[in-house]
């Protein structure tokens, strides 16, 4: 099964940015959609945004035009570019990786926007 490992996350001001990465090891990752999910403390894990295996991007109505899912199948990574970043997107952020009704997640990175 594949396996996820994220980083880039850290603690910034609010309105500066960050760029998240998840690598992949195991099956090839050309064969996965791939996600961004959060989770902030008390509250469920939400999603943030999605790239298929054809390329379209979805994103959550909260980071549309901030945040943007990128994918190098060459390095088998997926990105979050997240820029103008708010205190509400303080979380911890989860990678994950689709095929078929299988779900695989990374650990997750920590993001903490100080206002």
């Known amino acids: 099964q594949v396996q996820l490992v994220e980083s880039g996350g850290g603690l910034v001001q609010a309105g500066g940015s960050l760029r998240l990465s998840c690598a992949a090891s195991?099956?090839?990752?050309?064969?996965?959609?791939m996600g961004w999910f959060r989770q902030a403390p008390g509250k469920e894990r939400d999603f943030v945004a999605a790239r298929s295996i054809g390329g379209i991007t979805y994103y959550a109505d909260s980071v549309k035009g901030r945040f943007t899912i990128s994918r190098d199948n060459a390095e088998d990574t997926v990105y979050l570019q997240m820029n103008s970043l708010k205190p509400e997107d303080t979380a911890v952020y989860y990678c994950a990786a689709v095929d078929g009704p299988q779900a695989y997640w990374g650990q997750g990175t920590q993001v903490t926007v100080s206002s």
């Open positions: 195991g099956p090839p990752f050309i064969s996965y959609a």
